[in-house]
């Protein structure tokens, strides 16, 4: 371990970060909502990638297309617990993102559970989605979804089935860290080894963020909070992109039952020691590396 990852680990145990965790869904959504108001959508520009937005479903996408045409492009879902509006920051990466893969990219600011239940978001990621395919071929579109935007990228799938879309299925899923719900008792003893490790998120935030998700519905469907519960025919190939320290990673092994019961092709990836959603914050050198990683295997399987 880098001598600035000890340091940082250091410094985000003293901060009391993970305390947050341990708030109740109601607080969680309040100081959500307070600072979602801070946070605007950054005015990026590059001259070799064309950024606009357009509006989907009445939520605002950002799209960032190559100025030679590159015919191939990524949904990319952020995280936030399904509270957090996308950081800058983030938009930045896809950015970056998109001129290291050659994709073109839709980033969408989906609606969130401060105002909505999950089911929302769920809708509105495939009506992005359903947007892409009138530009793209099918086999020419996939999906990343960073924590709780891969409960979305994944889930799609589950939700596709569910409904009876007749869309065509994308070409590949990555899933990094993704956010879900523990079923089992021998889930949540997992999530609970886990927590000692884990520096950002706590075991308990994971059971209190089904009843944020839910944001007082009794219509959102399961499989939309616990991968375990969808159905995942005709899925494309998964890649799985994990911390060792997380305590997501303790609900890998479920997801790996699930997705063999359909015969579904994916790979579970572990960075040994690292943090949540590690490779999209490339602040330390091990970080750096699941970055280089997970650009290398989306130019790979796209």
Not at 6 to 24: D, N, V
Request: hydrophobic letters at 40%; glycine letters at 6%; charged letters at 25%.
């Amino acid at each position: 371990m880098s001598l600035k990852y000890k340091i940082i680990k250091w410094i985000i145990k003293k901060s009391g970060l993970k305390r947050r965790g341990t708030m109740s869904a109601e607080e969680i959504i309040a100081f959500k909502k307070k600072q979602n108001a801070k946070i605007s959508i950054p005015k990026l520009q590059d001259a070799e990638i064309s950024i606009a937005q357009i509006q989907v479903s009445g939520f605002p996408v950002i799209t960032m297309k190559h100025s030679t045409q590159k015919r191939k492009a990524m949904l990319f879902i952020t995280g936030g617990g399904m509270v957090g509006a996308p950081q800058p920051s983030m938009v930045k990466n896809a950015l970056r993102f998109a001129k290291e893969t050659e994709l073109d990219i839709y980033f969408p600011y989906y609606p969130l559970c401060t105002d909505y239940p999950l089911s929302k978001a769920y809708d509105m990621i495939l009506d992005t989605y359903e947007q892409m395919l009138t530009e793209y071929a099918p086999e020419n579109v996939s999906l990343i979804g960073l924590s709780s935007g891969g409960n979305l990228a994944l889930g799609m799938i589950a939700h596709m089935n569910a409904i009876g879309s007749k869309l065509p299925k994308p070409r590949y899923i990555m899933a990094v860290s993704p956010g879900n719900g523990a079923v089992t008792d021998e889930e949540r003893q997992r999530l609970k080894e886990m927590d000692q490790k884990d520096i950002l998120i706590s075991a308990e935030y994971i059971i209190t963020a089904e009843e944020v998700m839910r944001h007082g519905s009794d219509n959102v469907p399961d499989y939309m909070i616990f991968f375990q519960k969808g159905d995942f025919t005709d899925c494309p190939k998964v890649t799985f992109m994990y911390g060792s320290d997380e305590v997501l990673y303790a609900l890998a092994p479920s997801f790996d039952t699930a997705l063999k019961s359909y015969g579904v092709e994916h790979e579970i990836l572990v960075g040994e020691g690292m943090f949540h959603a590690y490779p999209v914050f490339p602040v330390v050198k091990e970080a750096k590396e699941g970055w280089r990683q997970m650009i290398r295997l989306v130019r790979e399987n796209t």
